[in-house]
């Protein structure tokens, strides 16, 4: 199956105006969305729309409705000019785990009907209960490695400006998977972070490994999100004001804005 667990770790780091770094073990599911029912069906601890140890819920992206995942993707490739038809649609996220969860980011890889990868879709939600997409198309060439880039839309830190550019490295999932975002200014780089795993099987027993190893994982990434905001506050970082989220909620970036 194309669905698979990815374990391994993130780091966060700040350069200016004050240096910050963290770092932390994290898990991530790659959920095909066309398997999700097979895989519902065959695993005892994986659930898609119902309760289980782990889940995944449409609501808890997109849109926030019911509707399937997939289709609101589909609806947005097509916007952006793109055929969605005959392609698969990965999703690389946390799950829920006992019912919690919180993704700082959410990736979607989406291919056309010869395999190729030709979107990439990036959801990120803030600690204030908002959410916003970028989809970028993937330039040939994309399938080894995916630089992108686009400027920031979407209010996420309350210690960063809006008028700064997000940089995306991506290494697409095989044996492992390696996310790195850069957030720079026209002074340049910032802050860097990034998610780097291992692919392992999608199976009852890695699950049951995978919650013992990370039992709380919702409530740890928002707990730990809040922890170092305060030890950014004491560094003497100022906190900025929060505009209004976009009218739209995925920014078609059809042309990167910057280099």
């Not at 969605?84 to 990965?90: E, F, N, S, T, V």
């Not at 803030?126 to 399938?143: C, D, M, W």
């Not at 013992?212 to 970082?237: F, N, T, Y």
């Amino acid at each position: 199956m194309n669905s698979a667990l990815y374990l391994g770790s993130v780091v966060h780091a700040r350069t200016r105006p004050v240096r910050h770094r963290l770092r932390y073990r994290m898990l991530n599911l790659l959920l095909d969305l066309d398997e999700l029912p097979q895989l519902s069906a065959r695993l005892a601890l994986f659930g898609h729309n119902r309760a289980a140890l782990f889940s995944f819920h449409d609501r808890d992206h997109g849109d926030g409705s019911a509707r399937p995942l997939s289709a609101q993707i589909a609806d947005a490739l097509r916007r952006a000019g793109l055929d969605p038809a005959g392609g698969r649609i990965l999703v690389l996220c946390m799950p829920r785990v006992l019912g919690m969860v919180f993704n700082p980011l959410t990736v979607y890889f989406c291919h056309a009907a010869d395999g190729r990868l030709h979107a990439m879709v990036y959801e990120v939600n803030n600690t204030f209960k908002q959410r916003h997409s970028y989809l970028i198309p993937v330039a040939p060439g994309g399938e080894v490695l995916v630089r992108q880039c686009c400027d920031k839309n979407f209010y996420v830190s309350p210690f960063m400006a809006m008028d700064l550019v997000y940089r995306f490295r991506i290494e697409p999932p095989g044996a492992r998977v390696s996310l790195g975002i850069e957030v720079a200014d026209e002074a340049g780089p910032m802050l860097y972070a990034a998610f780097n795993g291992r692919r392992r099987v999608l199976s009852d027993s890695g699950l049951l490994r995978a919650f013992i190893a990370h039992p709380l994982l919702a409530l740890r990434v928002l707990a730990g999100i809040h922890w170092e905001a305060l030890k950014l506050w004491r560094k003497g970082l100022v906190l900025r004001p929060r505009p209004r989220p976009p009218g739209e909620p995925i920014t078609l970036v059809i042309r990167e804005e910057r280099p």
